[in-house]
């Protein structure tokens, strides 16, 4: 049987990984920093720098509050190792002394960096030191790069997207990074971005839809500020690059798809390479493909599967791979793309019923 100490530790160290990494059960429960703590932290609409600046500082100090929470919580669930009297508490073998001498070292670190952010008005906060690398005649200081900011945030025509500990924004002069700690600032007129990385997250039953993730970096020929990476879904491409005025590049010569049609195309390629190959017969030549007459026709469908909702199609092969997962695409309900790999549709030429398992590459 487990004991209270072991039960506690392991609920402990889950509620610490959710409640710092906030999966989305943790955030409709309201289980957040910024809504435990929303009567001090304000409205971001109203000011979106001091908001963030207040935000970060209270994530810091409740965060370095979590081991000696442990501790506490401990001293409930194992009143045996009299860890509520301290000097009662064996520094060996268990270490408890040590944990709680090491966890209020953390919390007095965290209060230490916090009194010194706050002094001249949070002039050394982390976020205001990036505001200054943008100070221009325009901006005199810190202050007046954060008014420009807040500014432009509240207008409705901005780029956001992400989760709230890793947003991307974009607003008329400026590209924003939002995560735990911290907000990356770059000016778009002196930055230009680059795709770096694409990732694509198979569509399968259990996932709601495909995703392809882009990983873009933004450099400035600012030296004072830092490149960062943003990371977006391939559908809010498009978005993007409507409100971005710097350049984009792509390093990696990514193929972004911005649809979930193209990102299904993907999927139904990988999966036929995976089912079953046809053996194209003796002195049977292959024709164009019927769809696009560009290249010849490359698939056949075979019943492999072993639903009774599929039926053998007699027909030769007359599609090519792109064409038939275009059709198969076509004639899923587009509201629910979390079906499509499980669904059914009829041959585009006999309307003998297929699935994806029946799709064969021509070999």
Not at 3 to 9: H, I, N, R
Not at 161 to 184: M, N, Q
Not at 223 to 244: C, H, M, N, W
Request: glycine share 4%; with cysteine; aromatic share 10%.
């Amino acid at each position: 049987m487990e004991s209270p100490e072991l039960s506690f530790t392991l609920v402990y160290v889950v509620f610490c990984l959710c409640f710092v990494f906030t999966p989305t059960e943790f955030h409709s429960a309201g289980l957040t920093i910024q809504n435990l703590f929303s009567s001090w932290l304000g409205s971001e609409d109203l000011g979106f720098v001091q908001y963030h600046v207040r935000r970060t500082t209270v994530t810091l100090l409740v965060h370095s509050a979590l081991p000696i929470g442990y501790y506490m919580g401990m001293c409930v669930a194992a009143p045996d190792r009299n860890l509520g009297y301290v000097f009662q508490v064996s520094p060996a073998p268990d270490g408890w002394r040590a944990f709680l001498l090491l966890s209020l070292c953390v919390q007095v670190t965290s209060w230490m960096f916090i009194i010194y952010w706050s002094r001249h008005h949070w002039h050394n906060h982390p976020i205001s030191r990036a505001l200054e690398a943008h100070m221009h005649p325009s901006h005199s200081d810190w202050c007046s790069v954060a008014a420009s900011i807040n500014t432009e945030f509240r207008r409705i025509d901005k780029f956001a997207t992400g989760a709230p500990g890793a947003r991307v924004i974009v607003t008329d002069s400026w590209v924003l990074k939002v995560t735990t700690y911290h907000v990356y600032v770059a000016l778009q007129s002196e930055c230009h971005v680059t795709v770096t990385e694409s990732r694509q997250h198979q569509l399968s039953p259990d996932s709601a839809s495909p995703a392809q993730i882009l990983t873009l970096r933004v450099d400035s020929i600012n030296p004072a500020v830092k490149p960062f990476d943003i990371r977006l879904q391939s559908t809010e491409y498009g978005d993007l690059r409507e409100k971005l005025h710097a350049p984009i590049r792509n390093a990696a010569n990514v193929v972004i798809h911005q649809t979930i049609s193209e990102l299904f195309l993907e999927t139904f390629r990988a999966q036929v390479e995976l089912n079953q190959p046809y053996p194209l017969p003796t002195g049977q030549e292959v024709e164009s493909c019927i769809g696009c007459m560009q290249v010849l026709a490359c698939t056949k469908l075979v019943k492999l599967c072993h639903t009774d909702d599929c039926q053998q199609c007699f027909c030769r092969p007359m599609w090519c791979l792109s064409c038939l997962g275009r059709w198969f695409a076509s004639r899923q309900d587009q509201q629910r793309p979390e079906t499509w790999l499980s669904s059914t549709v009829p041959c585009p030429t006999c309307r003998a019923r297929f699935c994806i398992l029946d799709v064969c590459a021509v070999r």
